[in-house]
T-cell receptor, first 115, second 108 residues
Framework: NAGVMQNPRHLVRRRGQEARLRCSPM?????VYWYRQLPEEGLKFMVY????????ESGMPKERFSAEFPKEGPSILRIQQVVRGDSAAYFC?????????????FGDGTRLSIL | GENVEQHPSTLSVQEGDSAVIKCTYS??????FPWYKQELGKGPQLIID?????GEKKDQRIAVTLNKTAKHFSLHITETQPEDSAVYFC???????FGTGTRLLVSP
């Protein structure tokens, strides 16, 4: 039973380009979460999605960042016009039920570097 | 919003000793408290969790205790081994809010 799969594992972009991060949840999981982690820090919540719906985006920057979880295919975190401060590890997690009712299982992250 | 504090930030023990990591939370409505272990270059791995209707839970060498009144919860690792070396995060849920992490180093 495959775990949460994220790709790419490493992504390098120049300032001003777009970054697209993908996350395939565990089989049977319909709830997806995105977190950002800076070096030597904990994970910060960004967004919580259920199939085709954004449930909570209170941790998402208002500009340049967007997330989707379509009916078919992986969840996508999209960062437009990247800046140096976007460099971080981005983790995706999934759960079988609503946040707080079921444990979240994490992927191994995408490490985004902005040149 | 919810705030989770975690101590210590670094913990060094000898193999075979016990390790204790403590967390406090602010939102009394939080009802689920998972603990994650993160190894270098990997995502957080759930190692144990506890719900607010339980005071203690144990799984082999790992145990977690919860004091709802004081809003404290702790991770206890007994008979530590070098492979326990990692960064450990506590978290409190309604929304999953992480502590700042504890780097555990177990020396052989």
């Amino acid at each position: 039973n495959a775990g949460v799969m994220q790709n790419p594992r490493h992504l390098v972009r120049r300032r001003g380009q777009e970054a697209r991060l993908r996350c395939s949840p565990m089989k049977g999981h319909s709830h997806v979460y995105w977190y950002r982690q800076l070096p030597e820090e904990g994970l910060k919540f960004m967004v919580y999605l259920q199939k085709e719906n954004i449930i909570d985006e209170s941790g998402m920057p208002k500009e340049r960042f967007s997330a989707e979880f379509p009916k078919e295919g992986p969840s996508i975190l999209r960062i437009q016009q990247v800046v140096r401060g976007d460099s971080a590890a981005y983790f995706c997690a999934s759960s079988a039920g609503q946040r707080g009712n079921q444990p979240q299982h994490f992927g191994d992250g995408t490490r985004l570097s902005i040149l | 919003g919810e705030n989770v504090e975690q101590h210590p930030s670094t913990l060094s023990v000898q193999e075979g000793d016990s390790a204790v990591i403590k967390c406090t939370y602010s939102d009394s409505a939080s009802n689920y408290f998972p603990w994650y272990k993160q190894e270098l270059g990997k995502g957080p791995q759930l190692i144990i969790d506890i719900r607010s209707n339980v005071g203690e839970k144990k799984d082999q060498r790992i145990a977690v205790t919860l004091n709802k009144t004081a809003k404290h919860f702790s991770l206890h690792i007994t008979e530590t081994q070098p492979e326990d070396s990692a960064v450990y995060f506590c978290a409190a849920v309604k929304k999953l809010v992480f502590g700042t992490g504890t780097r555990l180093l177990v020396s052989p």
